[in-house]
């Protein structure tokens, strides 16, 4: 049966689109996610229209088979794992910006579009396409939809689902549904485009995506902070926030961080550092004055040392720290990088919690994370090929998100559920609430082709 659905897509797709050579469906195996098995695929089907997309699910419907949708592969949670005898369906191809509208402010793009090719696209025209995960450079619209990807500016500016009016989806039967709408409003029925953001490739395909655009932010300066506790740099956080300021990005580096970026590469950061803050305004001509206050409010709570850039040039300097993170961990041994995300007011207890939590397990937690919303990114470091280290990091990583939830919290703030996290919720849906998540799962694909197995279990 199987081997006749690969012979049925190459005969209606052609040899070009349908791949199943051993070799590249191992290399297509798996995304960026640390302790998520992979199974061994069918066959990867990479189509370049909606219609070609229909027709791989039709077949996959018919013949049962599951279908996973990769992008770019750069999610850290597993869900863009392939479990065995499914197929790979890949969006490379479906890689074409559509239309950029400066009069109504909107982009039409495919899912294989990578998100800094988009930003700088529509900057081109004056424009800003906000949402900016980490790896916007290689990460694509399609895979930050099915995450629900924020990034370091969303605490000005929010987060992909924020930015999407409407979709083209391809269901698992085959059939085409477009959701939302093209206007700024629209409120006629359930909200089916907010409820395939974030979804995983668990409800359908998205092929087609109408995001909503902003006027290209002004000249960005930056202002870094340091301070002797983790309580003086978040009581200044706090006090920048509730300033009436609107950073366009406000990061926070805790004590380990700050020493791992240091050992890695010498950027003079004091070695009794407790944390740091990282703050921009993009407000051009006003955002001298505006980093001149944030850094007053930093000296105010204590900081030990405050830089203000005065030119894009300094400011790139300053945020080289945060973006030294992942870099400096590596040397360290094998990462595994939690994504809890707690009201604001809970930080503290979030850091001091995840110490603890730290020596408990014997495992180095390094916490940086976007502090001006409360989504932070606990990062277990433990030893290469050592399985009793790789045991205590799994149950410190538990623990994190355990203690996320007990501050009211979320196992995830950007990353995802993927299979890495989806024992854990129902810990924080509840059994009624994970019942209606499976109920709106079998309305959208009774067979459960979609990507089984990730986010519900």
């Not at 349908?18 to 089907?45: E, K, M, Q, W, Y």
């Not at 623990?399 to 939830?405: C, R, S």
Request: charged share 20%; proline share 5%; aromatic share 4%.
């Amino acid at each position: 049966m199987t081997d006749s659905l690969v012979a049925q897509l190459r005969s209606e797709l052609g040899d070009a689109v349908v791949v199943d050579d051993p070799d590249i469906l191992d290399s297509h195996r798996n995304d960026h996610a640390t302790f998520c098995t992979a199974g061994v695929p069918l066959a990867l089907v990479r189509p370049s229209s909606t219609s070609e997309v229909q027709a791989v699910l039709r077949a996959a419907s018919s013949a049962r088979v599951p279908v996973v949708t990769q992008g770019a592969r750069t999610g850290l949670s597993g869900a863009a794992n392939a479990i065995d005898g499914c197929l790979l369906l890949s969006t490379s191809r479906l890689n074409q910006i559509l239309e950029i509208s400066a009069e109504d402010q909107v982009a039409v793009v495919q899912p294989g579009v990578v998100n800094a090719d988009l930003s700088r696209a529509v900057l081109d025209q004056g424009l800003f396409y906000p949402p900016d995960p980490s790896s916007w450079e290689m990460s694509t619209i399609g895979g930050n939809i099915a995450t629900n990807a924020g990034g370091l500016c969303c605490v000005k500016y929010g987060v992909t689902s924020d930015f999407v009016r409407g979709l083209e989806v391809v269901l698992a039967s085959g059939e085409v549904v477009r959701t939302g709408r093209r206007s700024a409003k629209g409120v006629a029925g359930y909200d089916l485009t907010r409820l395939m953001v974030g979804s995983e490739g668990t409800l359908g395909v998205v092929t087609e995506a109408t995001l909503a655009l902003r006027p290209a932010p002004e000249a960005a300066l930056t202002a870094a902070a340091t301070f002797r506790s983790i309580e003086d740099g978040i009581a200044a956080a706090f006090a920048v926030m509730a300033s009436g300021l609107r950073p366009s990005l406000l990061e926070f580096l805790d004590q380990p961080t700050l020493r791992a970026i240091q050992d890695y590469r010498d950027m003079g950061l004091p070695a009794d550092a407790g944390s740091m803050v990282i703050a921009q305004s993009d407000r051009g001509p006003r955002a001298a004055e505006d980093v001149g206050r944030i850094a007053a409010i930093c000296a105010e709570h204590g900081a030990v040392d405050v830089a203000e850039a005065s030119d894009a040039e300094e400011s790139r300097m300053l945020l080289e720290a945060r973006r030294l993170v992942n870099a400096s961990l590596e040397p360290l041994g094998m990462t595994l990088i939690d994504d809890v995300a707690v009201p604001r007011s809970q930080l503290v207890a979030l850091l001091r919690g995840v110490a603890e939590i730290g020596a408990k397990y014997s495992v180095l937690i390094c916490c940086p994370g976007h502090v001006g919303d409360g989504n932070m990114h606990p990062t277990v470091v433990f030893e290469r090929d050592d399985p009793a280290a790789e045991a205590r990091a799994l149950e410190a990583f538990n623990a994190v998100m355990e203690l996320g939830l007990s501050l009211g919290g979320t196992i995830t703030g950007e990353h995802g559920i993927g299979t890495l996290k989806a024992r854990m919720l129902e810990n924080e849906l509840g059994p009624v609430g994970l019942e209606l998540h499976r109920r709106v799962k079998a309305a959208f694909d009774p067979f459960n082709l979609l990507n089984p197995g990730k986010v519900l279990l």
